[in-house]
């Protein structure tokens, strides 16, 4: 078994408000996004080590589903 340490800083912290946007269906010039609330209830860090990369995965509002977050810059959307 290998041994490894890293150290991570997640830009969030448990309890944090985000505004989420998310894909509400298409008309004729485009998709359609709507935005939401939601609050940050656990934070979940993978280390990779081969690639050497650490993800930190979020639960929203109490889903039990971890989902990584990326800023609308990232995403390529203009908001």
Known sequence: MQMAAFS???PYEIGDKIKVI???GKNRDGALYMTRLA???DIACTHYLRENKVLFTYEL?????????I???E?????
Do not use: F, H, N, W
Not at 75 to 79: D, K, M, Q, Y
């Open 8 to 10: 991570a800083k997640s």
């Open 71 to 73: 800023t609308t810059k």
């Open 75 to 79: 995403a390529g959307l203009t908001v």
């Open 39 to 41: 609050t940050i209830t």
């Open 61 to 69: 509002d109490g889903s039990r589903e971890y989902i990584p977050l």
């Open 22 to 24: 998310t894909t509400a």
